[in-house]
Nanobody, 115 residues
């Protein structure tokens, strides 16, 4: 059974930082690409960051230089460090993985950037 559980969301002022965590079970982050997506109200879900098995990464242009995706294979965890947060970053953030052609999503964690 694959399960992805996000944590670390919350309310932060513009310019602040937040670190999201994704605890994975039933799937090895060391053997699969892992990603963070986000979705704001009335907007399309978008890819925020992707990390491949060997560690290469891809970021949305809107977060380059501010966000960093990483993983800890031993702990089977994926992280998203978010710095210099902007109101536009407000969204529900999801951890994502694929296995055997199937998609798996976490339940989401809310990130709200507001003064």
């Amino acid at each position: 059974q694959v399960q992805l559980v996000e944590s670390g969301g919350g309310l932060v002022q513009p310019g602040g930082s937040l670190r999201l965590s994704c605890a994975a079970s039933g799937i090895a982050v060391s053997s699969n690409s892992m990603a963070w997506f986000r979705q704001a109200p009335e907007k399309q879900r978008e890819l925020v960051a992707l990390i491949r098995t060997l560690g290469s990464t891809v970021y949305a242009d809107s977060v380059k230089g501010r966000f960093t995706i990483s993983k800890d294979n031993a702990k089977n965890m994926v992280y998203l460090q978010m710095n210099s947060l902007k109101p536009e970053d407000t969204a529900l953030y999801y951890c994502f993985a694929t296995l055997s052609g199937r998609e798996y999503w976490g339940q989401g964690t809310q990130v709200t950037i507001s003064s």
